[in-house]
C-alpha cells in the first residue's frame, strides 16, 4: 500500500483565492510527522509546515495552514490567498517514530498552477 | 547558515561511466539522507548516513550504488557503470538529529542524464 497519496495530480486556482490540495496516509506507528514541501520549477525543495501525530492544534505558518484529520488519516495543505508565486509542484511526506532508518515517503506530487 | 550544498548541479555522463555526486550537510546536522526523483515521480529514498556510519541503506540499489559519509568532507553517492535508468534528479537532505519532528532540509539537488 502507498504510505502516501496525492489524488490530485493537477490544481488551478485563481490569484488570492484559497486552495487545499489533499494528502492521505497510511501507517500503523502512533507516532509520525507529516510535512508539505514545494518545488518550484527550479527543482530545489522547499521546506513548508509540518504536523506531528500528537499535536492538538492544526499547524499554520503564514498562509498555509494544515488540515489534519487524523482519524480520516489525510493531511491537506491550505494555501491562503494564492500568488504566482505558489506554482509549483507540491509534496506530502511522512516520517515514521517507528522506523529506525527515518526516511521520508513522499507522494507523487500535485501541481499547482495559480490563474492571474 | 549556508544550507545543504550539492555538486555538481548537472552531471552528464556517457554508459558505463561513474557519477560521484556530494553533499555538503547543512552546519550542524549529522544526519544525511539520499533520494531519487524520476521524471514525474516524487522523490524516493534510497540511503541514510550518520557520520562513519550508513544507518539504512533499503531504497539503495544492491549493485553500482554506494554511498558514504566520512568523518571530514561531504557525504558522496557513487554510481558505477551508470546506465540510462540512471538518469533522475539526486536530492540530500540533512537534519540535526531523528525523530518524527525533525524537518529534512534539501539540497538543490544533481541532476544525472546518462547518455
Keep these: ?116 | 547558515n549556508a544550507g545543504v550544498m550539492q555538486n555538481p548541479r548537472h552531471l552528464v555522463r556517457r554508459r558505463g561511466q561513474e557519477a560521484r555526486l556530494r553533499c555538503s550537510p547543512m552546519k550542524g546536522h549529522s544526519h544525511v539522507y539520499w533520494y531519487r526523483q524520476l521524471p514525474e515521480e516524487g522523490l524516493k529514498f534510497m540511503v541514510y548516513l550518520q557520520k562513519e556510519n550508513i544507518i539504512d541503506e533499503s531504497g539503495m540499489p544492491k549493485e553500482r550504488f554506494s554511498a558514504e559519509f566520512p568523518k571530514e568532507g561531504p557525504s558522496i553517492l557513487r554510481i558505477q557503470q551508470v546506465v540510462r535508468g540512471d538518469s533522475a534528479a539526486y536530492f540530500c537532505a540533512s537534519s540535526p538529529g531523528q525523530g518524527a519532528r525533525e524537518t529534512q532540509y534539501f539540497g538543490p539537488g544533481t541532476r544525472l542524464l546518462v547518455l
Excluded: H
Design chain 1, 1 to 116: 500500500a502507498q504510505k502516501i497519496t496525492q489524488t490530485q495530480p493537477g490544481m488551478f486556482v485563481q490569484e488570492k483565492e484559497a486552495v487545499t490540495l489533499d494528502c492521505t496516509y497510511d501507517t500503523s506507528d502512533p507516532s509520525y510527522g507529516l510535512f508539505w514541501y514545494k518545488q518550484p520549477s527550479s527543482g530545489e525543495m522547499i521546506f513548508l509546515i509540518y504536523q506531528g501525530s500528537y499535536d492538538q492544534q492544526n499547524a499554520t505558518e503564514g498562509r498555509y495552514s494544515l488540515n489534519f484529520q487524523k482519524a480520516r488519516k489525510s493531511a491537506n495543505l491550505v494555501i491562503s490567498a494564492s500568488q504566482l508565486g505558489d506554482s509549483a509542484m507540491y509534496f506530502c511526506a511522512m516520517r515514521e517514530m517507528g522506523n529506525t532508518g527515518n526516511q521520508f515517503y513522499f507522494g507523487t506530487g500535485t501541481s499547482l498552477t495559480v490563474i492571474p
